[in-house]
C-alpha cells in the first residue's frame, strides 16, 4: 500500500534551516508529482511546494518563494523540503501528497519557529 513518511521538523529559532524529507513506497514513486502543504492550528491545510515526477518543473507558495527548496530523488524514493530564513509564521504541521486518482498524505511532521 502507499505509505508517506515525513521526518526532519523540530523547534528552529527565526532565520534558521530545517531539512524535511518525505519517503515513499508502494508506488512506482517516478511517475508522480509530489507535493508538500502545510497546517498551522486553526487554519487551512496550504500547499507549500510542488514538483514535477521528472523533477524539472516546481511551483512555490508565494509566502516560501526563495526561501524553500523542494527536490526529489528518484533513486531513493524521497522528496525533500529545504527551508531557510524560517519565520515563526512557518510554525506548521508538514505533509507530504501524492496526488493522483486518488490523493495519499503523510502522518505529517510539525516544524517550530520560535526564539
Known amino acids: 500500500q502507499v505509505q508517506l513518511v515525513e521526518s526532519g521538523g523540530g523547534l528552529v529559532q527565526p532565520g534558521g534551516s530545517l531539512r524535511l524529507s518525505c519517503a515513499a513506497s508502494g508506488f512506482t514513486f517516478r511517475n508522480y508529482p509530489m507535493s508538500w502543504y502545510r497546517q498551522a492550528p486553526g487554519k487551512e491545510r496550504d500547499m507549500v511546494a510542488s514538483?514535477?515526477?521528472?523533477?524539472?518543473?516546481?511551483n512555490y507558495a508565494p509566502s516560501v518563494k526563495g526561501r524553500f527548496t523542494i527536490s526529489r530523488d528518484n533513486a531513493k524514493n524521497t522528496v525533500y523540503l529545504q527551508m531557510n530564513s524560517l519565520k515563526p509564521e512557518d510554525t506548521a504541521v508538514y505533509y507530504c501528497?501524492?496526488?493522483?486518482?486518488?490523493?495519499?498524505w503523510g502522518q505529517g511532521t510539525q516544524v517550530t519557529v520560535s526564539s
Open positions: 501528497k501524492r496526488s493522483g486518482t486518488q490523493n495519499y
Open positions: 514538483i514535477s515526477s521528472s523533477g524539472i518543473s516546481t
